[in-house]
């Protein structure tokens, strides 16, 4: 198990280059904002981590199979949107 995972993490920075990972950043890090602006942090973090898991199942039955890179990648947008979230209200309180 601990030969899975480290072969995980030394195969992301690679995996993460491809075009279809930066779309699963990109995409989960503008949803998160959307969602973070208009419901409580806990549910807005946890619904755009199921929509990429639903799209991931999606991709299992219907397209090319479930990808661990793709959510990892959207895991990172995840919370590359919940810091700039967090360092606007920062930078904008009053």
């Known amino acids: 198990m601990t030969n899975a ?3 995980f993490f030394l195969q992301l920075p690679a995996k993460l280059k491809e075009e279809d990972k930066g779309k699963h950043m990109t995409w989960s890090f503008w949803l998160t904002l959307a969602a973070l602006s208009a419901m409580p942090a806990a549910t807005a973090l946890l619904i755009v981590l199921l929509i ?3 799209k991931e199942c ?3 039955r ?3 199979g479930f990808c661990v890179f793709d959510m990892a990648g959207n895991i990172i947008g995840i919370a590359a949107g919940q810091l700039a979230w967090q360092i606007g209200r920062l930078v904008l309180s009053p």
């Open 62 to 64: 219907f397209g090319s």
């Open 5 to 7: 995972i480290r072969q």
């Open 52 to 54: 990429g898991l639903a």
């Open 58 to 60: 999606w991709d299992f």
